[in-house]
């Protein structure tokens, strides 16, 4: 199997979201191939046997601080143990008793069939769970679990990368403070955090880096080895300064020496920097670290089944741009609680309005440029992509195929944890969309 | 504070025991000090202020893969945040409910008096706390919380590296396995695991791993370059290879270089290598990785209140000879299954046999030679101190003062955490051990 692979090389370029992914360890994973990568059975972690025996044999070996652990299909072990592979923060769940989910299983939702874009026949959405690689999905409905499987590296007490799905967190947490006039989003970023003054970053407002529409100097094209994305990589690597790299160091440092490129404002340019620096700006407001937020404000709140971590950097600050790792559960209950406008069983854990704030939406105008044509009419908010469509979907997503979508009018949380080999959603959209919509049309349906 | 700290230097021969904290990043702690350290209120970690602050002020910054992280008082901090400078792996609790304690706190232990040795004056169990900088004590008696309080970095929710009290750990997973009669204590450990045959491991028995009697060229000298210590300390630190070293990695290829030295069986010499091979050797038995076993075998048994975790090398090979950390009342529920002799809550959870072969001591010939003077009359089995006292109390013990002390006839378990600016328990145990011995006589007496 691995002889197959290697035949595999990466195309460098292709890959604009890969950014999460190559600032783990200064590489890019698998981005696309002109083969046809392993399928999602011949790529089984399990199967492969990654990290098995004592010792694992040399070709199963993942050693720490080496690019290799995050390169498909490598990667669709690590998903499941980042923590292995470096330092770690955690979100504490606090000691409080876990709030158990009712289930109602549904397991006709397995059949349910639509047609991909583009294409001229149908699918099932259990076709689509091998087609997309799901290590985990799980699907709520009017609050209940209808649906919950778990393939590849995970289960239900396991943990997987959230990659940038965490930017919804960081940015919910942001709205919150907004909501509570604790943030001010018009403030001028430099005004809240003067090491940012002289930055690119400097005369944006906390609004634009939360929506994304700062404009700044910062290339991910990664056959450029003098591109931003490998400063940033190398910055925000644990490891690079062992290894001799004498540039900034960690996200903070990092987010100093951003240039500015434009004007603020005008376009929505998806650059993971704006979740770090949003990181800092409500550390900085709150004096508290982001998973420490995080979980005062709502991991300890929401009965979790497990304490979630971040990945940090070498000063021990968390990824706030996609450092995230949690159980599938707990990811529901969190898109549950967006879902109930920030109430959890009959309690307001957050304001009602942080979430209509995000779920009003962005400018779609300002989306319109961002280059992605196949999300027409879509705009990005508070970290949330808003889809605008007749339901009101909007959905957290990350790298390799993580998503949390939340379906209001079918009263519907989708949250589906991944190990796709390529890293950018534009690789499984077109399956995913549709599979979700069609599960959303048949909950609506009263099953 | 500081400054007064600043004066303070290392002598690095004073302190046997150092090696955990060693390992842990290839530089000894704060070993001995001719000035007087600052006080545990001196150095509390929360009022001096490390890693405070977006970002902490550089004085108060620890990088990861810098060795001041555990050099006193930053170690202070560091001993309830071992993940967040370096890579770990979980301890699942699992998902099922916690098991809480019973409460019948008891405040009056706190004016426990009791004569330190070759004291002349007496001291209160309250003062001991601050003399031995402890972060977390937790007394049970009768299976119910009878004294609790936390300090330092530690909180009810955190969690605080066990250090060597990890051994015993892998020392009970091992008597477990012989009980059920799936570990042979005679074989030799080369029949166990091929790729030890030509060490100096190769000929000892199971049985002189898990009690320490194995006679091998493992020099702790601190201050040699080439003492054996540097080496291995070179090998367990997942960073090392990253900074140009290029000597055995991990503590599999570790241990494949040690050398014999002597005759196996004669005489107990504490070295945290033996710890290692057994967690090798229980692994290769069982074909789990030792933090899979402890969560399959204990940690998901208990209703433990947190997942706890293993450090790990560069391998992803958990550190088995002392590098746990864990919530103090898990540690507690923990002591609580060994004073049961394996029962909890009316279960079996493990062998009696296990507990019984760890309570029946070891050699206390073999101990005597082991360079102990304090400990008289006491031995080492299957991991664990027994003192063969009156109670025949035994304990799990961990440099700058970690514990698990049992006294079964006083039906007492006693957990502790601490920070104390000296590794070897040498300088806590002179008040520690009799402190211990007052609360088991005061709760004999009935309260």
Redesign the interface.
Known sequence: MLTKVNRHHTALTLCKSIVLAASVLSTPALAQTQDQPLSAQESDPIEMGW?QG???PDDR?????SPDFFQFPALRYSVC?M????????V?R??K??TPFEYAIDEQISDITFKPWGADTTMTLEQTLQKTYTDGILVLHDGEVVYEHYFGCLT??GQHAAMSVTKSFTGTLASILVAEGKLNPQAKVGSIIPELEESGFGDATVRQVMDMTTALKYDEDYSDPNSEIWIYSKAAN??T???GYDGP??Y?EYLQTVEKNGTHGEAFGYRTINADALG?II??VTGK?VNQLLSDRIWSKLGM???A?YQ??????PFSGGGLSAGLRDMARFGQLILNEGRWHGEQIIPQEAVADIRQGGSQEAFKKSGHPKLKGWSYRNMWWITHNADGAFAARGVHGQTIYIDPTANMVIVRFASHPVAANSANDPISLPAYQAVADYLKGGK
């Open positions: 990290m004592f010792p694992p070996l993942l050693k720490i601080g143990h923590r292995q592979f470096m330092p770690t923060i955690p504490s606090d000691l008793p876990m239900e007490e644990p490891y300064r062992l290894q160091v960690g903070f800092w550390s900085r670290s089944e497990q304490s971590y940090v950097d070498a000063h021990g600050i």
